[in-house]
């Protein structure tokens, strides 16, 4: 595709990535993708809880800060990642000690304060993310260990904090998990009986070329029936999943790539459009996915930009095939 086509122009919802502030500020063609081709921002960390509320006494917003100045001077969307998780936490949070309602207030700060700091800034929140293990039991964690209900009650104290916000439940790997998937369900049914106010479900959508398509249709039929907001947060499609030192990026694996995003952004299109919130993708280029750095798996190309932020092959057959519609 010419330079001039993106394909955040053919998409009637935002397009988004995760980002690192490092790289917006230090490499020019990253910043120049994040603001080009993207109507939606991530953070890809530093929303989380070990990185804005290092101290008990103290939330740190600064790089959430650059952030949010990125996105209003590109006039992209806010995305806000991650407001409880039981992965980094702040080493405080985990030798706290306290009884319930001192946990609870421990939980209820962090989530109003930051909400409270974002106001009007950011449109949705991934409230709790990847709550329930594949087994479809509540994932142990410091905040299952201490408030029951932990997931009600956050969403309830997100809801009190910021009334317009769309309220995320995000996690992973739903498809071929069918507990996983149940409980992520009965959840949402459980919170409308409840009247505790939830408004999306993020499907991170870590997937990878052998990944099952039904499977993937599936999980979104399933998340789409509940109503809520879609966002398909994380996306990022993997070809080397086995971490093969010796792969390389064939005919045959970049073709399976390409039709695994094409499945997601054309299962996505029959979503009904007021449920669309967008797709995200999980790092801009190939370069910086959390893949190579997280796993240490140099061989893996998952994104729709290689290392030199320029656009793959794989971006200009999405282009053309999601056009043609
Ligand atoms: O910043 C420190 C650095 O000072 C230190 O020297 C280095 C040594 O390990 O660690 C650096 O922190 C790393 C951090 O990323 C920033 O790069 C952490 O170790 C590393 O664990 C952390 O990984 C992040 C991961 O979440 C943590 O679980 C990834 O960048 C981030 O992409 C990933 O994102 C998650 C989503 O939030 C939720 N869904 C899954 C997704 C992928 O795991």
């Known amino acids: 595709v010419h330079s001039t086509e993106f394909l955040k122009l053919i998409l009637p919802y935002p397009l988004g990535a995760s980002v690192n502030p490092r790289l917006l500020e230090e490499n020019s ?30 939330f740190d917003f600064v790089k959430g800060d650059e952030i949010v100045a990125f996105a209003k001077k590109n006039k992209s969307r806010v995305h806000g990642h991650t407001l409880v998780w039981h992965n980094q936490t702040a080493p405080w949070m985990k030798d706290f000690q306290g009884d319930q ?28 993310n990847e709550a329930f293990l594949d087994d479809g039991s509540l994932r ?37 998990k069918p507990k996983k998937m149940e409980a992520i369900l009965n959840m949402v049914q459980d919170f ?10 993020g499907l991170q959508m870590h997937i990878s070329i052998q990944s099952k398509n039904e499977e993937i249709k599936q999980v979104i039929e399933q998340s789409t ?7 398909f947060s994380e996306v990022d499609v993997a070809v080397n ?22 499945l997601l ?13 967008g797709i995200t993708f999980w790092n801009v280029g190939d370069k910086d996915s959390w893949l190579r750095g997280y796993f240490k798996r140099p061989k893996e190309y998952p994104l729709l930009f290689d290392e030199s932020y320029q656009r793959k092959s794989v971006y200009g057959e999405l282009y053309q095939r999601l056009k043609k519609k």
Do not use: C
Request: proline share 5%; charged share 15%.
């Open 192 to 201: 409308k009986k409840r009247q505790i106010p939830i408004h999306g479900l």
């Open 101 to 128: 309602q001192a946990w609870e207030n421990l939980l209820k700060n962090h989530i109003q304060t930051i909400m409270n700091h974002y106001q009007g800034q950011i449109a949705g929140w991934d409230v709790v």
């Open 265 to 277: 952004f054309s299962a996505f299109a029959a979503i009904p459009t007021k449920q669309q919130y």
């Open 29 to 58: 063609s990253y910043r120049a993708l994040a603001m080009n081709e993207f109507t939606s921002i991530t953070a890809e960390n530093h929303m989380k809880m070990a990185l804005i509320h290092p101290e008990a006494m103290r």
């Open 140 to 176: 142990p964690s410091i905040w299952a260990d201490h408030i029951p209900d932990y997931l009600a009650k956050s969403f309830t104290w997100a809801h009190e904090a910021d009334s317009k916000a769309i309220l995320f439940y995000n996690d992973y790997g739903q498809d071929g």
């Open 225 to 231: 029936a509940t109503g809520l907001h879609i966002h």
């Open 241 to 262: 999943p086995k971490n093969n030192p010796d792969f390389v990026n064939d005919v045959m694996s970049l073709q399976a790539q390409s039709n695994k995003f094409h």
